[in-house]
């Protein structure tokens, strides 16, 4: 590019300053433009790398939710909403009677979808326990 800018300005003016001066905005221009894509080029790595680097860091966290009142039973309800960044990936649901038993538990993976599925205790780690017998 900056040979054809020569050219052009030195035929078509014939002054070597002048060629001199359109290669040296010719140049400037090359310069920026590289810069400016290698600067947006890093950036956006940047932050492509720094997502996969939070979920491989365990930006992990768990926000645990109790309800408000006791069931008919007097057992507490609670629900832990485990996030990857800001993304929701599984709900845990315990029930806990009032002797600080767990009498129901279970786990529901989140899909990217928002479709949820539960998968055996010893993929998961958490044990499931089935709702007891209603009388």
Known sequence: MVVA???AVAGTHG???IA???VGQAVKTEVKEGVEKAVTEKVATAATERAAGEKAAGNVTKETLTRKSPGADGATSKQTITREGDKAVSRTHTVT?????IIH???DFIGS????RQFPDEWTGTPT???PPSD
């Not at 009677?97 to 038993?101: D, I, N």
């Not at 979808?113 to 949820?116: F, N």
Request: charged share 25%; proline share 4%.
């Open 105 to 107: 538990q279970h786990e």
């Open 129 to 131: 326990i089935p709702k």
């Open 20 to 22: 001199e001066a359109a």
């Open 97 to 101: 009677s009032t002797e600080g038993k």
């Open 5 to 7: 800018v020569v050219d």
């Open 113 to 116: 979808g928002g479709g949820t």
């Open 15 to 17: 002054g070597a300053a």
